[in-house]
């Protein structure tokens, strides 16, 4: 019965959905100069040697596959050949002796590089399947030498998610030729014959590693306590959307831990209010990554006392600006309470007339209460179409317009109004003397209903 159980849980894990497959496909430089000696033996014989020590290394690795494809092996270097690239074994759970035998018998080194061209064919190496990893690691002792655009290519193809971003392990070759390689992906350039094996196997290591990571979101004391918040990652190489989390804590009460794509490099959105932005995050693999941020966060509320009836039809919001940049930062109900990264800002109460208040301080010790005056309903009508225009009366004895009625149609209007004093002007549709505007003072009082007639 045991086996059974154990049988059944294995079978359901193979045919799991969420079962990823990584795909490491090698592309090897088969060109002439992979025959220059490096230090005890050529480079051909250093890059066979270590690609056959990864094949012996990995083979039973759960969820790898291999492919190998070649550029420079079928035409000699003098006919120039920028279409000399082949794939010499696709993709298998099981073809790791036959890439082995083919290096050793099949491929010799020949003809020129054209890395370009062949990154643009490797778009039909790998399988149809969207849940794979599909990385490439060239394996190369020079750069471009057809017209092709490598960088280009790597762009296009990262950005059609046909493979994460390359990786290229250069064989000692002059820094003024490593730098047009650093483009195409993340490129290193081994000095030493003896720690090629090394850098290479320890590369396919880290690719095929799960790699974890936690945002801790920090407050004022510099302590992971924030929470609650999206946050979106992108791909900092083709700008796309990676992920999308909700940052949350554990049950330790500590960040929840997040599996991330270590072949990738991140710009992260933490959507508070105002969004922060952390740009080339670079996560390490084989580690537990902490990515901090600081994101100390205050509680605002905007209150006013009115009769939950009148508010529903009100519909009051306030609009939210940075105290130094005067930028919108966010556009919020009132009587809700909301966060706010730590610091001052100004708001703008969309009431009539609107209400400023300007350098409110948002703190993370206690959260931040400001109350405006409840409003009073003023209903207005006029049987007759005409023009007509709402003014306060300022502090000043001024007037200062604030609504304006709609032209041509008969007034029906009922506003919720700040306390305080107000004029209405309003002329009949047809009248053709100004001295016929009609003027009407009006006090209004909070919660209270004031009929206004106009005829």
Not at 27 to 50: I, Q, Y
């Amino acid at each position: 019965m045991i086996l059974f159980i154990g049988l059944n849980l294995w079978l359901q894990s193979q045919s799991s959905p969420n079962a990823q497959t990584t795909r490491i496909l090698f592309v090897l430089d088969a060109s002439s100069s992979m025959l220059d000696r490096w230090e005890k033996h050529n480079k051909w014989e250093v890059a066979k040697g270590a690609l056959i020590n990864v094949l012996d290394t990995f083979r039973h690795e759960y969820g790898v596959e291999f492919a190998l494809r070649v550029y420079g092996d079928q035409h000699v270097a003098k006919l120039r050949n920028c279409e000399d690239t082949r794939l010499v074994e696709g993709f298998s759970k099981t073809n790791e002796e036959r890439i082995k035998s083919k290096i050793n018998n099949n491929i010799y080194p020949k003809g020129i590089t054209p890395i370009a061209y062949t990154l643009e064919k490797c778009v039909n190496d790998f399988p149809n399947d969207p849940n794979a990893r599909n990385i490439v690691i060239l394996l190369t002792d020079g750069n471009e030498v057809c017209q092709g655009d490598p960088c280009a290519i790597s762009m296009r193809m990262q950005q059609k998610n046909v493979f994460l971003r390359p990786f290229i392990i250069a064989m000692n070759i002059p820094e003024d030729f490593f730098y047009t390689l650093e483009c195409i992906g993340v490129a290193s350039n081994v000095k030493k014959e003896k720690d090629f094996t090394k850098h290479l196997t320890t590369l396919v290591r880290k690719t095929v590693s799960e790699t974890t990571a936690q945002i801790d979101l920090l407050d004022v004391e510099g302590q992971p306590s924030e929470t609650g918040v999206n946050l979106t990652y992108f791909n900092r190489v083709t700008s796309k959307v990676v992920e999308n989390y909700y940052h949350t804590m554990n049950a330790y009460g500590l960040p929840d831990t997040i599996y991330l794509e270590a072949m990738n490099d991140y710009d992260i959105k933490v959507h508070t209010y105002p969004p922060l932005k952390v740009n080339a995050v670079e996560i390490l693999a084989e580690k537990h990554n902490k990515i901090p941020v600081k994101a100390a966060q205050g509680e605002l509320i905007v209150k006013t006392d009115m009769d939950p009836s009148d508010f529903a039809k009100a519909k009051f919001k306030y609009i939210l600006r940075g105290y130094e940049e005067g930028e919108i930062i966010h556009i919020q109900d009132l009587n809700v309470k909301t966060k706010y990264l730590v610091g001052a800002y100004d708001l703008e109460i969309l009431t009539l007339p609107r209400v400023y208040l300007d350098r409110v301080d948002i703190s993370q010790v206690k959260t931040t209460r400001l109350e405006i005056p409840a409003p009073g309903l003023a209903k207005i009508s006029a049987g007759s179409p005409g023009v007509g225009a709402l003014f306060v009366i300022n502090e000043k004895g001024q007037l200062e317009k604030i609504y304006d009625f709609e032209t041509g149609k008969p007034i029906r209007e009922n506003l919720y109004l700040q306390p305080g004093s107000y004029m209405l002007m309003y002329r009949k549709q047809g009248e053709t003397r100004a001295t016929n505007t009609i003027e009407k003072t009006f006090t209004i009082e909070s919660n209270k209903t004031l009929n206004i007639n106009l005829y």
